[in-house]
């Protein structure tokens, strides 16, 4: 199984299409998540769209706007409001968890393995099969 994420950017314009990601793939959704962190003393929010794993192939999206949208209990904000919207038109519960912001890592790449990790070991997505 590989889990891969696509970073779409940090939430702004580009939450339009993570949004439309969601909609337009109603069957193959997994989760809607919310990974909240700390990035100099601002709390923000990434929001991640998972696809169910495609057959044949074992390939898993994760679709990210990462670190942009102001945390909605620190600063209100549409943004994340859109993103309710589209958990509730589509029945799908938001997961959320804290998280280490991406800037505690030398490279995305890293910290986009430490997410993936978080996410197994919460059982939100399926483990590493070869």
Known sequence: MLQRFIELGEG?????????I?????????????LDSTIDGQKVTSLVVALKPVEPGNY??????????PQPEWKE????TLFETISNELNQEIVQLEVK?????NEKTL?????IGVLRMNHFIPPLKF
Do not use: V, W
């Open 22 to 34: 969601a909609k337009s793939n109603q069957n193959r959704l997994h989760y809607l998540i919310r």
């Open 60 to 69: 898993m999206p994760l679709y990210i706007c990462r670190e942009g949208i």
């Open 111 to 115: 910290y986009y393995q430490y997410i």
């Open 101 to 105: 912001p991406s800037t505690s890592f």
């Open 77 to 80: 904000n549409k943004r994340f």
């Open 12 to 20: 702004y314009s580009d939450l339009y299409e993570l949004i439309e």
